[in-house]
């Protein structure tokens, strides 16, 4: 599994990470994917405090444990459960982050926790003091790094010129290029990783391609892709490469052709999932050809909102 480092960080970490939010409560099943992700080769596993009332942090750092000085465990703050649990709220403050880094530790059962991120974030956000929460945190042993989950650019820009930083993650794919116009260069210019999430687009990006698309897809398309010109991109793609790679394999590559990749995040429902992921992401690097061939198939329109 090729290893990649995580911004200007002593971090490093697979090029595909396990994203942790669809291993469930059942314990057993759980721990036979994250060992099936361990057996080949993946390091990076993704959770949050958010994740089923943060059974899953318990989950993953009970998994983990005999592995614990061999992986990046990383986990998110910032999305606050209502008494009662009905539902959360958004609660970026320094009493808070710094209150409940301890409750994920107690949950991980670890010490320290390697990447601390914050789970999304906007400009009427207190910046100055979420990035003092985290900076503490940091000085005081809590976390080894830091870095933000957000799609927003200008949230970003402020983040990666007021911070430390090491990551962001945000949704980058085949058929979601919108990073690669604003956020993408911001992050190189600061030496910032991204970490991807949703690399094969509600599983659209596979073998499946429309076959279990939602009724909203069906009916509204998928972000800038009307359901007709979606059909039209995926089967494009598919027909030029149906010889050479298989539709899974070019999406988690694809993600990987970009040097500002730190780990590519997929879920997985069961253990064969993440070792046919992992399969795909250890082929052949994409060729110069097929890379600018599946941007030409493609295309990459911007964000409409929070622009800079």
Known sequence: ???????????????????????????????????????????????????????????VGKSLKHVRDQVVIATKVGNRWEDGQDGWYWDPSKPYIKEQVKTSLKRLEVDYIDLYQLH?????????????????LKSEGYIKEYGISSIRPNVIKKYAEQSSIVSNMMQYSLLDRRPEEQAFPILKDHNISVITRGPLAKGMLTEKLLAKASDSIQNDGYLHYSFES????????????????????????????????????????????????????????LSEEEYSLLKELTDSKGYSEHRL
């Not at 090729?2 to 595909?16: D, Q």
């Not at 994917?33 to 993704?46: K, P, Q």
């Not at 590559?253 to 879920?267: E, H, M, Y």
Request: proline fraction near 2%; glycine fraction near 8%.
């Open 120 to 136: 999304g974030g906007t400009l009427d956000d207190p910046i100055d003091e979420t990035i003092e929460a985290f900076e503490e």
């Open 230 to 285: 979606l059909k039209e991109t995926l089967e494009s793609i598919q027909d030029r490469f149906e010889d050479s790679r298989s539709m899974t394999e070019l999406s988690l590559k694809f993600n990987a052709a970009n040097t500002l990749t730190a780990s590519i995040i997929t879920g997985a429902s069961d253990p064969e999932q993440i070792t046919a992921n992992i399969h795909a992401v250890s082929s052949d690097p």
């Open 1 to 59: 599994m090729e290893m990649r480092k995580i911004g200007s960080s002593n971090l490093e970490s697979s090029i595909l990470g396990l994203g942790c939010m669809s291993l469930g409560r059942d314990e057993k099943k759980a721990q036979s994917i994250i060992e099936a992700a361990l057996e080949g080769g993946v390091t990076y596993f993704d959770t949050a405090d958010l994740y089923d009332f943060g059974i899953n942090e318990k989950i």
